[in-house]
Structure formats: structure tokens, C-alpha cells
């Protein structure tokens, strides 16, 4: 019995697997987002750090133009083979 429920939960598992569509382009994109979003957070934890009110709303702009940024050119990524338009198509 025990046996037969590892195996059904090594099958149930490899097809989850199987219908998982993370191409390279999706993790790339991905990974454009996460490192954008750490970029910004740190920007956001040194606007917090600064005792200048100009400087923090400047890094806080900042960050919230640096998650831009990167949601854009994951965008780009998921939507083309070759976001930077050079491509040999």
C-alpha cells in the first residue's frame, strides 16, 4: 500500500511538472523582475535610512522607476525571442 502511494504521488508530481511552461525566456523575464524589484528595495531601504526629505523622495522615484523598468523589459522578454529587436528572423 505504501508503495503504491509513493507511486502515485511520483506520477501526480511529474505531470505538474510536465505542465509547468517555464521556458528560458519566461525565467529570464523572471529573473529580470526579481533582480528590478531587489534593486528597488534597496533603493527603498536607503531612502529610509536618510535623514534629507528631498533625497529619500528621490530614491523612493527612483525605485519606483527601477520596478518599472523592469516590468517592461520582462514584458519585452516574455513577448519576444529577442527583446533588443537584433534578432536573425
Known amino acids: 500500500m505504501k508503495l503504491t502511494t509513493v507511486f502515485g504521488v ?27 524589484e531587489a534593486t528597488a528595495d534597496n533603493l527603498e531601504e536607503a531612502a529610509d535610512n536618510t535623514g534629507n526629505e528631498a533625497t529619500e523622495d528621490a530614491l523612493e522615484n ?12 520582462a514584458d ?3 513577448s519576444s525571442a529577442d527583446a533588443d529587436g537584433n534578432s536573425a528572423n
Open 10 to 36: 511520483a506520477i501526480g508530481l511529474g505531470a505538474l511538472a510536465a505542465c509547468n511552461n517555464n521556458t528560458p525566456q519566461e525565467q529570464a523575464a523572471d529573473n529580470i523582475e526579481a533582480n528590478a
Open 76 to 78: 519585452a522578454t516574455r
Open 62 to 73: 527612483q525605485a519606483d522607476a527601477t520596478r518599472a523598468a523592469g516590468e517592461k523589459a
